[in-house]
């Protein structure tokens, strides 16, 4: 199936738009993949993912060295699993910072919007795979009746786009 670079974009972020939290896994000093639970942002998705990090984290600082990432999403309760790839840049953007910023960031952030310690962070995804299923019951029964009949199961829709 050929899929636009539209319906990609579109495909990916109605399956991310209502997961609150993410994964982003970077690469550290050694080579070693490492990730973070993070916040996402209530933006659309264009095919850039935002976050706000610390300018003193470990993550921060790989990402500066090393930008490939990752990001993962799941919504095992809606059979929904989503793995984002792309490039980190770490954004100086203060219109960007107020459209994203929310109260909940104080508990991380002590001084606000206008703590010197925020980090926008910016993943311009190039690429995606997602898993669909019709729910943890409905995937169940397919993998009971594989297992009786023999036959592969059907787990839903698994696409691997471009963006």
Same mark, same amino acid.
């Given at each position: 199936?050929?899929?636009?670079?539209?319906?990609?974009?579109?495909?990916?972020?109605?399956?991310?738009?209502?997961?609150?939290?993410?994964?982003?896994?970077?690469?550290?000093?050694?080579?070693h993949?490492k990730?973070?639970?993070?916040?996402?942002?209530?933006?659309?998705?264009?095919?850039?993912?935002?976050f706000?990090?610390?300018?003193?984290?470990?993550?921060?600082?790989?990402?500066?060295?090393?930008?490939?990432?990752?990001?993962?999403?799941s919504?095992?309760?809606?059979?929904?699993?989503?793995?984002?790839r792309?490039?980190?840049?770490?954004?100086?953007?203060?219109?960007?910072?107020?459209?994203?910023w929310?109260?909940?960031? /104080?508990?991380?952030?002590?001084?606000?919007?206008d703590?010197?310690?925020?980090q926008l962070?910016?993943?311009?995804?190039?690429?995606?795979?997602?898993?669909?299923?019709?729910? /943890?019951?409905?995937?169940?029964i397919?993998l009971?009746k594989?297992?009786?009949?023999?036959?592969?199961a /059907?787990?839903?829709?698994?696409?691997?786009?471009?963006?």
């Open positions: 199936m050929t899929t636009t670079r539209e319906e990609a974009l579109n495909k990916v972020g109605e399956l991310i738009q209502d997961v609150k939290f993410a994964m982003l896994t970077v690469t550290d000093e050694h080579g993949l990730g973070h639970p993070m916040t996402t942002q209530d933006v659309e998705f264009d095919g850039d993912i935002w706000l990090g610390g300018k003193d984290t470990e993550q921060v600082r790989n990402m500066g060295a090393r930008p490939q990432v990752n990001v993962s999403y919504r095992p309760d809606k059979g929904i699993y989503v793995s984002v792309g490039a980190a840049s770490l954004v100086e953007n203060r219109a960007k910072l107020e459209q994203v929310s109260d909940f960031y /104080k508990a991380y952030f002590p001084e606000g919007i703590d010197p310690n925020i962070i910016r993943i311009e995804a190039d690429g995606a795979e997602y898993w669909e299923s019709d729910g /943890k019951v409905r995937s169940l397919g009971a594989g297992l009786l009949t023999g036959k592969e /059907k787990q839903g829709e698994n696409e691997t786009v471009n963006l």
